[in-house]
Each structure stands twice: as structure tokens, then as C-alpha cells.
């Protein structure tokens, strides 16, 4: 698949790699994009990428962190530009009701219409990106699924603010705006979509229980505070609050027998005593802390990536990691990315783009239903036959 | 080289290719950095995960410290620990509420020392019982249990007390529940033995019952086999029910057993034989119950007999029963009562049914007879039934009441019922002959009236001119032969009048008066009327009077006289020497009662007391030679006895053969007045004023239409010194008497033309003083009918054919002369001289004389009414005779007797009082005037 990335650096666009033909690049069919924050406030960056492809779907928004080929960079805009030969493909996008606090079945609802605007005769996956920090991803992605089907493959992320967690930028066939989820759909017998997902992250402590909750805001663990709790193990930490509590995303078991997923802080609220987490913090449901090593960190990348290949020399690669993993590990995170290019093929760097996020999209690997994950390493493959 | 160094060195190199050495140590530096705070915060996390869960540990140790002491607190046992010296550590509040103390009082002390352990139980077991002492001196039964505890290297003893003395109560309840079963299966009056299975059916169980009934104590029955007991054959009989018992594994019924005891008593058993299972489904045990049915059975044998007794005697005697349930009215009925209703047996019946049958003449009868009974009376009766087969039977029922419900209304009835249609047949035919024969009797008795009416008229003749004869101037021959001719004709007269009472008393005609008669008067005419007989046989006549008569009594006077006659002539007859005395003896019967016994005592030949019975029998006299010798008819003493009992009274004879008779009747009769008076017959005087006294001359109108009639009375009263006219028939008397100038009329009730009743009807309907004439009705009816329709039409007086010539004479004297002056005036009377000077002026003194004669006659009538109403309470009749007396006594100058009449008129209170002092006013004054008016002459 014929293919092309830039990176945009202290105000230059520049090319990596092998640059690709001019009548091919006037081809591209899908433009991926991701900015670090304030890049794409002013749309200029985007018109700058309409102009270079402007047969193809510009798909992109602001992160934690862009990845492009084995760097993980700041402050800078990262593209990947597509040309698919007999892919359909088909782009929406939804504004939230609300530009915050939206519930979970406002979520829903909007990843219901965002997947209705969708032609649904073919499609064989769907790429989400979606507003990172008033979205609850996990009511969104069941939305999207009600409407498209189990075998339709999903994979994408929350957008991301640095460690911010304040504002985000989404953006599909215009300019990225606040608010905004967008989707890119795959179309056709050609089309070939591989993915995983892993984190690497291990429980520890005692085992408590989520006493009071509203959706996914957490208020109460054991009967005290969450906030204060959290505060407790941050220690000096605290003050850099919300991003920091990503270095104890929470593990949450439901009931007997049922999957354990993992949950990452969007926000906090002082007043309320309350954290916004990026899914679903049920009441009754069992919780640990959880922290990890850098080595399981970068082991659970590589093992997503084996999970997401697809054994050709061509693939596109999509890498979603979670800005926590990016926190914790500091300037050793492109060791993770590293361990995932490795695994998915000696070429793939060349074809590889990517981001931190605020949450990351896949296909779990306990039912195959997609579902929003913390975290997490998420790998999504992309070619054609 | 190190992956990251080698990343440092990349982003050190400046574009040209050169490395610049400030941005590698930044880089190399901001790396270390990062690893220190990581491992810094990996610390920080540590600690705060182990303080964490170090206080989490510490929270889960206090719940649990907390939890096992509400266990502690919880736990109804008591919980001790105890060092390894026996002291207590500590207790929880049940064992402190078990010692009897507070916790802190316990605590440091030695348990063993408060505990008294029970006998064979040691201290140190694992389990063992005892008695908590408390301070009280109470004693509180537990169950401890211990166990030893090694925490560290001391040990700890727990024990566990548990108070027992419920369960021991509660065990000492079943003792006493157990042995309170065992009481009643010993008192129950049926026999229970048990025998046990496993043991070969041995007896385990032989109650007092059973060793009654079988004659063999619970020692000897005890531990043994049936065969060791009896060898009767009972004993077989039950070891085959037990058998069957044990196989079926269900109880074992055997009715009516016989079984001869050791003692010999023969008893009649029913059984049950039942299998006890245990507890894995095999017979433990059988228990035998024995009823002893011997009373029951016979008493049934006895009831059974009677049934069939009692069945064969309804049959026989075709007597039925029932029982009726008054509510449903269903009934139960016998096999009899069944065959009498013509009912199939087995059919339901109800008293519905009954009533369906019975004759609708007689409907009425038994819804009577069924209303007393619901009323609880016991019921007799005879009914006819038509039964459905259109058989009519005659059935007499008897019922009674046999239950009441709680409200004392009847609940059910038992009822006899027997076919009395023979018997019914039967008196029906009797009845019928019975009728028969009265009726034949009663035609005798009126064909023997009417001939004795029919003989008395020519017996007036025959008696009336014989007088006559015997009054004109015969020879001695002639006299003799004609006082025979008299002699033999007032003998024939006796006869009939006999006949006639005998005829009127078997045809129920015989009628007793009631009237007002004095019974002083009455003796004195008895007496006169035996006296002649009495004279002639030379006997002693007499009367003797107990107590005080009464002056006037309420009764057939006529009849008492028929029999005291009757009784005083049989004397005479039958004594021929000696006394006959008449005995009148009067008590009180209440004020206005008297009861009265007549005797007739005689000297003559006695009655021997076994002919006694028969004298008062109809044609009986002592023996029929009595009859020949004695003549008459002997229905004398039959006629009195059936008088006597006809006006409520008792007659009776007390007699001694050869020394005389006392010949008794009693009578209670009323008073009429209780004006007292002296019996002026009580010595040999007569009531009958002396000739010298009668009013010579009186004009008499006589109206008879029989021509020896007419001669008979115009002789007695010629004779008699009187003026007699005569016509034949009512309505001359009548225009005679219209025409006036006569002192009395003699009229004969049965007349052409008008008869007697008819004219005296007129009579006193003139008005003036022809209405006041006295008039003396003579008839051959002798009924008391008569008399009574006589005295309605207004005659004074009333004579019966034939006309006895003294009875004429007195009736005579007695309307036209004036009686003693009465008593009870103290003062004179109170004359208006004016008027009666103007009358004696006006009339003459013959005129007036005549008047004053008439006057006293309607005076005296209506004085008599006066009276009467009085008596009675009739102010309407008072008033109405006060009225007439008032203006006749005024018209003739009587002016108190005008008063005191006008007071009685207007209804005055003292009615009684104001009549006697009327009476007395009445008789005083015209006393006076007569004198005047002879004076005048």
C-alpha cells in the first residue's frame, strides 16, 4: 500500500522515509493526523494537509503524544497519508449534546448516530476517534456497536491534552474542533484489519469495593473518599492531578466470573470529592489499584502488536498507547514503541503512525466485542489483499 | 549501547550531524531524574500500601473482637475463661446472670469453687453436669463443657455453661405426664395388655382393668405368655388376631368373645388387637384392648325380647305407635302403625301424611286435639281415617309429649293409635238400640201424661160434686156412701198425680220452680194435710223447728211440700201407735244461704236394713204384702228421691225394724229477703185465716167453658159465702170486668174463644182500676211452664186442677182480705186528711170501702215490685212501680207512702230500707182508712 509520512516540527512540514510518487500522493484516499495540544487549534495545519492530498478523507486530533515511525515526539503535528486500490470508505462525525459532562446514554446515543451515518451495506471495520475528556467512551462504543454488529471490527481512541486533561480537538474532513467524535469506515472483500491490545499493568493492594458512584464518576471506595485515597498514595504527586492518577488506574471486576477491565482518571473534582473516569464505575463492583514495571509495559506492547499482524510486508500500523504508560515511563516510553514495530514486522517503522491517548477502542480479547480500554498498548493493521 | 542512550545521542545531534553536549546531559540528567522519582514514588507507594494494610488488619481485628463479644453477649450459655490456675479471666454476662453476681465479683475467683459437680461427673472431664451455688443459696443445674486453649505459652481453659434446669423440668413433666398415662390406662375401665414382639409376646403391659376382667393381677400376668395364664380358649382366639395383626400390620377387630373367668364370671368381650411400629417399620409390640360388652349385650338380648313383645301385643291388640319430631315433622312409626295407615313399612312418613288420611269431618277435631298438644297436654281422642284405599276405620289416638327443647316447646311426641272400628260398630249398635228403646219409653211416659190429664178433668167432677153432695142434706146412708165415693176418688187422684210425676220425671219434663215461697207456711199446710189421717189412727202430730226459719226462700215450694207430704203420710200409714214428728232444722249457709234438713221421724214398724237400698226404687215398697196391706202405688219414695235430687238435694232413710223410721232430705236453698219473722205456725195455727175473718161476700166472676167445672167452683164458692158469676169463655170475663163491679175474677187458662192468658192480658192492659182486678187462674197443665207464663201475663194466683176446695177458699180470702198490720211503724201514719175527706164526701163510705179494697190489692202488687226490683238491682222496674204506688198512695190520701215511693222512684240508695218502711206506711194507713170508713158507716 502505497503510503507517505510527515511530521510538522517547529513550524515545517518535513517528510520521513521514502517519499512517495506526486501522482500517488494526489491519490491518497485516507489522511491520518495527530497533533500535540495547540497544533490544531487554528485549522491551518489541517488546510495545509487538504491542500497536499485533496482527494483523500482527513481523519485526526490532538494527543498525549504523537508517534510517528519509532519516535514518540512533542509538540509536533504527525500525518499519514493512505491509497487504498479497492477499499471503499465512508467518514461521519457527531457533536456531543453537551460540550461536558456528558451521561452515558447521551455517549450512546451519539455513537449510535455517528455509526447510523454510516452505510452499512460492506463495512468491515470502523475507526473511532472521539473527544477525549467529556466523552464515556465505553456507553459510545456500545452505541456504535448496536448499530453496525459484532462482526464489524472497531478500533481508534480518545483524543488526548498532554497530562492536561482539559480540552481536545477531533476532526474529520474539516477543521478538528472541541466536542466532536469522528469515524472512519472500511469497506469491501479486500480489506484486511488486524488488532490487539495489552497493558501489562498488575493489581496491588488490598481489594475494595466501589461503594458510591454515579455513572463514571467514582465518589467512594469503602465507604471514604476515592479522591482522598488517591491523594494518599500520590503523596507528592498529588498536586499534578489529574494526569498523575493515571499512575493508578483502577481494575474493576463486576461480579464473580466476569472480565476485569481497567480505568484511567479523566478528571477530578475537589468540591465533590469526585474522579471522572473514562468508563463505566459501576456501585457493588470490585476494585484494586493497579501500577506496572516498565518491562511488563513494554512486554504487553509487543504482545499486542504479535496479536494485531497480519503477515504481509504492506500494513498500515495504528498505534494507541495510554498517556499513563507515556508518564510512568518517561523518556523510556519509545521503548514500548520500539518492542511493537518490532513485532509487527521489520518495515513496518516506515508505515507506523500513532498516538498517546485518553483512552484506547478494541475488540476485547475475552468476547471480541469491542469495548474502550485504559491503559493499554491498542494495535490496529490495516491492508489490503 | 543502551536503547535510550543511544534515542539521548539522536535528539543531542545537532542538524549538521555534530552533538551538542549541553542537550545530552539535560536529557542524560532529566533521565536519571525520572528513575529516582520513580523509585522514590514506588516507596512512597509501598509504605503507604503496608500502613494501609496495616490498618486494615487492625479494623478487621476489632470487628472480629467486636463480633465474637456479641456472640459472648448473645449466647444464652454461659462462657468462662479461665487461667491454667482455674481462676476467672473473664465471663460473659449469661454466665454472670447464672452465678448470680456481677461480673467483676467473678472475676480472679475459682470456678470449681462455686459449682457442687453431680455424682460420678469430675471437674476436670470434658463434659460434666453440676449445680451453679449461688449466693442465694439457690442451685441452678448446668451442663458444662471445656476445652483447653494455647495462645503462646500460656494456657487457657474455656468452659461452657448451660443452664439445664428447664429441660429438667421439662423431663420431670414427662415423668410425671408418663405416670399420669399410666394412671388412666390402669383406671380405664377397659382392659389393655401389651405384649411385647421381640420378647415372644411376653406381657409388658396388664393394666388394673385387665386384671379385674380376667381375674388375674398385674403380678401374675406380668413377664408371661398367654398360655401361662389360661388355658381358656380366649387365648388361642387372641393369638391368632395378634398374628393377623402383626402380618397386616393394621388393627384386629373380634366382637363378642365369651371368656369364663378363673372367679366364673361369663363375660361377652369385643377386641382390638393393635401393632405398635417402630421406628424402622417392624411390630414392636401389640396392644389388645378389651371392652367388656356383657351388661350391653344382654341389656340389647332383654331389649330385643321386649321388641318382639311389644310388636306382637300392636299386632294383637292392632295398637300402633309413633314418635313425631315436632320440627320436621317426621315420624317413626311401628310395624302396627304401618298396617293401620295402610302404609308400606320402611316408608318415610310424616305427620303430613297423617293428616292427608284422616276423615275431613274430623279435620277440625284433630287440628284441636294437635293445638293442646303443642301446647303440651296430653291428648285422647276418636277419629275417623279414610284411608287411600277409600277404607274408613274408627281410630282412637293418644298423645303425648315425650322431649321438650330448652324453651319448654314440645320436640317430639309419642302417639298411640288403635283401630276401635269393631267396638265403634259395635256401641253404634247399642247407641241405636239404646235410642231406640228411650224413644219408646218417652212415647209411655207422654202417652201416660196424657192420659193423666185427661182423667184429672173428669176427676174434677167426680171430686167436686161429691163435696158439693156431701155438703147438702143427706141421709147417714147417703153420707157414707158418698164419703167412700170422695175416699176412693182423692185415692185415684193420688194415683195419677204419681203417674204423671213418674211420666214427667222419665220424659225429662219434670220442672223444679223457682219462686218465692214461706217455708213456715208450707209445714203448717203439710201438718193440717196428715192431721186427719194422723187423728184418726190416734197418732201425736207435731212439728218441731232448729235454728230460725227464714221468712222467705227462693224454691219449688210446691215440690218440698209434694215430698214432705209424700214422707208424713207413709208415717201415718205405716205407725199405728205412737208419734209422728216433723223436724225442720235451718243453718247458715253464707248470708244469703240456708241448708235445710227435713226429717220425718214415726214409731211405726221399721225397715231391716237390706230393704232399705230398694225403697226409693220405682214400684218398690219392703215387699209387695206391704202394697196390699198398705195400698198405694209405691212410687211415693221414688217420685221424692228423684225431687229431691232434681232441686240439688239428699234423701235418705235411718230405720230400726219394729221401733220406727226417720225418713231425711236436705236442700240448700236461697234467701230472699233478711227480714226476720216470727213463725206464726209455730204452734198449732194455720196460715189459713179463720172463716169468721174472710170477707164475706166478695164478687166473684168465674169464666170456665167445662159446665161441671163451672158448677164444681160456683159450689165451693157459694158455699163460701161469696157472689159468684159466671160465663164460658175469655172474652166475656174480659167485657165483664170492663164493665167493673167485681172483687176478684176465678179464670180457667184453657178456654175458647179467649183463653185465660189471653184475657188477663187485657185485663191489665184497661188501665183504671178494673186492670188492678185480682185474678186466680186455675189449669190442668200442671207444668211450672204454665204458672210461669201465668204469672207473666199478670194473674195473682194459680190453682191446679183438680181444684182443691181449701186451696180455692185461701186463694180467695188471701186476694181480697187484708193481713196483720205490720210491725214497723213506730209512729202513726201520715194521713192528708183533706183528700181523704173529699173522697169519703165525694163516694160514700160503701164506695169507698169498695175502692180502698182495690187499692190495697194494686198496692200490695206493686209493693211486691217494687221489692223484687230491689232485690235484683232493677232501678228501671223500682222506678216504674214506685211511679203507680206513688200516685195510687197519693190518690187516697197517703201522703208518707206518696213520699217515700217518689224517693224510690227517683232512685234513692237505701232501696231496700225505703220498701220497708213503704210496705209498713202502706198497711198502717189504709188500716186507718178502712177504720174511718167504718166509723163513717
Not at chain 2, 476489632?62 to 473473664?90: F, N, Y
Request: with cysteine; charged share 25%.
Amino acid at each position: 500500500m502505497h503510503c507517505e509520512q510527515r511530521v510538522w516540527s517547529a513550524g515545517v512540514w518535513q517528510s520521513r522515509g521514502q517519499p512517495s510518487e506526486p501522482a500517488a500522493l494526489a491519490a491518497a484516499s485516507l489522511v491520518l493526523y495527530f497533533g500535540a495540544p495547540g497544533t490544531l487549534d487554528d485549522g491551518a495545519r489541517f488546510a495545509e494537509l487538504a491542500a497536499r492530498y485533496p482527494g483523500a478523507h482527513l481523519v485526526g486530533c490532538s494527543t498525549g503524544g504523537e508517534i510517528l515511525g519509532r519516535e514518540v515526539l512533542d509538540d509536533s503535528v504527525v500525518a499519514l497519508a493512505m491509497q487504498f486500490a479497492g477499499t471503499p470508505l465512508a467518514t461521519s462525525r457527531v457533536r456531543l449534546e453537551r460540550a461536558c459532562g456528558t451521561t452515558a446514554d447521551e455517549s450512546r446515543r451519539a455513537g449510535s448516530k455517528l455509526a447510523a451515518a454510516l452505510p452499512r451495506e460492506g463495512m468491515r471495520g470502523v475507526f473511532l476517534l472521539s473527544d477525549g475528556t467529556h466523552v464515556n467512551g465505553s456507553a459510545l462504543v456500545r452505541g456504535v456497536r448496536e448499530v453496525v454488529g459484532d462482526h464489524v471490527v472497531i478500533t481508534g481512541g480518545l483524543a488526548g491534552d498532554g497530562s492536561d486533561f482539559k480540552q481536545t480537538w477531533v476532526g474529520v474532513d474539516g477543521p478538528p474542533e472541541r466536542g466532536c467524535v469522528a469515524a472512519v469506515a472500511f469497506y469491501g472483500e479486500r480489506i484486511r484489519i488486524g488488532h490487539g491490545s495489552a497493558g501489562g499493568w498488575d493489581s496491588f493492594g488490598p481489594e475494595r469495593r466501589i461503594t458510591r458512584s454515579e455513572g463514571n464518576v467514582l465518589f467512594e471506595l469503602d465507604g471514604s473518599p476515592a479522591l482522598a485515597l488517591y491523594k494518599r498514595y500520590l503523596g507528592p504527586r498529588a498536586s499534578s492531578l489529574p494526569g498523575s492518577a493515571l499512575l493508578f488506574p483502577l481494575r474493576i471486576q463486576r461480579g464473580p466470573g466476569e472480565r476485569p477491565v481497567v480505568r484511567t482518571v479523566l478528571a477530578v473534582d475537589d468540591a465533590a470529592q469526585s474522579m471522572t473516569f473514562a468508563g463505566d464505575v459501576p456501585e457493588g463492583a470490585r476494585a484494586w489499584f493497579m501500577r506496572a514495571s516498565h518491562d511488563a509495559l513494554v512486554e504487553g506492547a509487543e504482545a499486542a502488536a504479535r496479536s494485531a499482524r497480519t503477515a504481509s510486508d504492506s500494513e498500515i500500523t495504528i498505534l494507541v498507547s495510554c498517556i499513563g504508560r507515556k508518564l510512568l515511563m518517561g523518556q523510556r516510553v519509545a521503548d514500548e514503541i520500539e518492542c511493537a514495530i518490532d513485532a509487527v514486522g521489520p518495515t513496518a517503522a516506515d508505515r507506523t503512525i500513532g498516538f498517546y491517548s485518553y483512552g484506547e477502542i478494541c475488540p476485547s480479547e475475552h468476547d471480541g466485542a469491542a469495548d474502550l480500554h485504559n491503559q493499554t498498548m491498542t494495535v490496529t493493521t490495516l491492508d489490503e489483499a | 549501547m543502551h536503547r535510550l542512550l543511544q534515542r539521548q545521542l539522536a535528539k543531542a545531534r545537532r542538524p549538521d550531524g555534530s552533538l551538542d553536549p549541553d542537550v545530552l546531559v539535560s536529557l542524560v540528567g532529566r533521565a536519571y531524574e525520572e528513575h529516582d522519582e520513580q523509585r522514590a514514588f514506588e516507596a512512597h507507594t509501598h509504605q503507604v500500601m503496608a500502613l494501609e494494610l496495616e490498618e486494615l488488619n487492625q479494623s478487621l481485628a476489632a470487628e472480629a473482637q467486636a463480633r465474637v463479644e456479641q456472640i459472648l453477649r448473645g449466647m444464652r450459655d454461659g462462657v468462662l475463661v479461665c487461667d491454667d490456675t482455674g481462676a476467672i479471666v473473664s465471663l460473659n454476662a449469661a454466665a454472670a446472670d447464672l452465678f448470680g453476681l456481677p461480673e467483676s465479683a467473678l472475676q480472679g475467683t475459682r470456678f470449681g469453687d462455686r459449682l457442687e459437680v453431680d455424682a460420678e461427673q469430675r471437674l476436670g472431664d470434658a463434659a460434666f453436669a453440676a449445680r451453679i451455688v449461688r449466693p442465694n443459696g439457690t442451685r441452678i443445674p448446668v451442663e458444662v463443657t471445656t476445652s483447653e486453649t494455647r495462645i503462646g505459652t500460656s494456657l487457657s481453659r474455656i468452659a461452657i455453661a448451660r443452664d439445664v434446669s428447664e429441660r429438667r423440668s421439662q423431663e420431670a413433666a414427662l415423668r410425671e405426664s408418663r405416670a399420669f398415662l399410666s394412671s388412666i390406662i390402669d383406671n380405664i375401665p377397659i382392659g389393655i395388655v401389651t405384649k411385647s414382639v421381640a420378647s415372644g409376646m411376653r406381657v409388658v403391659q396388664w393394666n388394673l382393668a385387665s386384671a379385674r376382667m380376667y381375674d388375674i393381677t398385674q403380678d401374675e400376668a406380668m413377664g408371661r405368655v398367654g398360655s401361662e395364664l389360661s388355658n381358656h380358649e380366649l387365648v388361642n382366639v387372641a393369638a391368632i388376631h395378634e398374628a393377623k395383626a402383626m402380618e397386616c400390620r393394621q388393627p384386629v377387630f373380634a366382637f363378642g368373645e365369651r371368656f369364663t373367668t378363673r372367679g366364673g364370671r361369663d363375660l361377652i368381650l369385643d377386641l382390638q388387637f393393635i401393632p405398635l411400629l417402630d421406628e424402622l417399620g417392624g411390630v414392636s409390640h401389640i396392644v389388645s384392648i378389651a371392652d367388656d360388652v356383657t351388661q350391653r349385650v344382654n341389656a340389647e338380648r332383654r331389649l330385643q325380647h321386649q321388641q318382639i313383645m311389644l310388636q306382637a301385643a300392636q299386632s294383637i291388640a292392632k295398637l300402633g305407635s309413633g314418635l313425631i319430631d315436632v320440627r320436621t315433622r317426621d315420624a317413626v312409626l311401628s310395624d302396627e302403625m304401618h298396617d293401620l295407615l295402610d302404609v308400606p313399612g320402611g316408608t318415610k312418613t310424616t305427620l303430613d301424611d297423617y293428616l292427608d288420611v284422616v276423615h275431613p269431618d274430623d279435620m277440625a277435631a284433630v287440628q284441636a286435639a294437635l293445638a293442646e298438644l303443642g301446647q303440651g297436654k296430653p291428648i285422647s281422642l276418636e277419629h275417623r281415617l279414610r284411608l287411600s284405599s277409600g277404607v274408613v276405620r274408627y281410630v282412637a289416638v293418644h298423645a303425648i309429649v315425650s322431649e321438650y327443647d330448652a324453651e319448654r316447646r314440645p320436640r317430639t311426641l309419642i302417639t298411640t293409635l288403635q283401630d276401635v272400628t269393631r267396638q265403634r260398630m259395635d256401641q253404634n249398635a247399642l247407641l241405636q238400640a239404646k235410642d231406640q228403646a228411650e224413644a219408646a219409653n218417652r212415647a209411655k211416659s207422654a202417652f201416660l201424661a196424657t192420659m193423666s190429664h185427661e182423667i184429672r178433668t173428669p176427676m174434677n167432677g167426680v171430686l167436686g160434686m161429691t163435696s158439693l153432695l156431701l155438703d147438702s142434706a143427706l141421709d147417714p146412708k147417703q153420707k157414707r156412701y158418698a164419703d167412700l165415693i170422695k175416699f176412693s176418688a182423692e185415692n185415684l187422684l193420688v194415683i195419677i198425680n204419681d203417674v204423671l210425676d213418674v211420666s214427667k220425671i222419665e220424659a225429662g219434663r219434670m220442672e223444679i220452680g223457682e219462686a218465692e215461697f214461706n217455708l213456715a207456711e208450707l209445714c203448717d199446710g203439710v201438718l193440717e194435710r196428715v192431721r186427719p189421717r194422723a187423728d184418726a189412727k190416734g197418732l201425736a202430730l207435731a212439728l218441731e223447728v232448729v235454728g230460725a226459719l227464714p221468712p222467705a226462700l227462693q224454691g219449688d215450694g210446691p215440690r218440698i211440700r209434694q215430698v214432705l207430704v209424700n214422707l208424713a203420710g207413709n208415717a201415718v200409714k205405716f205407725t199405728e201407735k205412737g208419734s209422728v214428728t216433723i223436724q225442720v232444722a235451718a243453718t247458715d249457709e253464707g248470708p244469703h244461704r240456708r241448708h235445710l234438713r227435713f226429717a220425718v221421724k214415726d214409731t211405726g214398724i221399721g225397715i231391716a236394713p237390706g230393704a232399705q237400698e230398694r225403697l226409693f226404687q220405682e214400684f218398690m215398697q219392703v215387699d209387695d204384702s206391704a202394697t196390699r196391706r198398705f195400698g198405694g202405688t209405691g212410687l211415693g219414695l221414688a217420685i221424692s228421691k228423684k225431687l229431691v235430687e232434681l232441686m240439688g238435694g239428699e234423701i235418705g232413710v235411718e230405720s230400726e225394724p219394729e221401733k220406727g223410721s226417720t225418713f231425711w232430705f236436705t236442700l240448700n236453698l236461697a234467701v230472699l229477703t233478711a227480714r226476720p219473722q216470727t213463725l206464726r205456725a209455730s204452734r198449732h195455727g194455720c196460715t189459713v185465716a179463720p172463716a169468721s175473718q174472710a170477707r164475706l161476700g166478695a164478687r166473684i166472676l168465674v169464666a170456665e167453658d167445662n159446665a161441671v167445672n163451672q158448677l164444681v167452683v160456683e159450689g165451693y164458692l157459694t158455699e163460701a159465702g161469696h157472689q159468684v158469676t159466671l160465663v164460658a169463655d175469655g172474652y166475656e170475663a174480659l167485657e165483664r170486668v170492663r164493665q167493673g163491679a167485681f172483687d176478684l175474677l176465678v179464670i180457667d187458662m184453657q178456654m175458647p174463644v179467649m183463653d185465660g192468658l189471653e184475657a188477663t192480658r187485657a185485663i191489665r192492659a184497661l188501665g183504671g182500676v178494673a186492670a188492678n182486678l185480682p185474678i186466680v187462674m186455675l189449669t190442668a197443665n200442671a207444668m211450672d211452664s204454665d204458672r210461669r207464663r201465668g204469672m207473666e201475663a199478670g194473674v195473682d194466683d194459680y190453682l191446679a186442677k183438680p181444684i182443691d176446695r181449701q186451696a180455692l177458699i185461701e186463694a180467695v180470702q188471701r186476694l181480697t182480705l187484708h193481713t196483720d198490720l205490720p210491725s214497723l211503724l213506730t209512729r202513726p201514719p201520715e194521713i192528708n186528711d183533706g183528700q181523704f175527706g173529699d173522697l169519703l164526701h165525694t163516694l160514700g163510705p160503701a164506695r169507698l170501702g169498695v175502692l180502698l179494697g182495690k187499692a190495697k190489692l194494686s198496692l200490695d202488687a206493686q209493693l211486691l215490685e217494687v221489692e223484687s226490683g230491689a232485690s235484683c238491682g232493677d232501678q228501671a222496674r223500682v222506678a216504674r212501680a214506685a211511679h203507680t204506688l206513688r200516685g195510687a198512695a197519693g190518690s187516697i190520701g197517703l201522703a208518707a207512702a206518696s213520699r217515700l215511693a217518689h224517693a224510690l222512684e227517683d232512685g234513692a240508695e237505701n232501696a231496700r230500707d225505703l220498701v220497708e218502711r213503704l210496705r209498713a206506711e202502706v198497711h198502717a194507713g189504709l188500716a186507718v182508712l178502712e177504720q174511718r170508713v167504718q166509723v163513717a158507716s
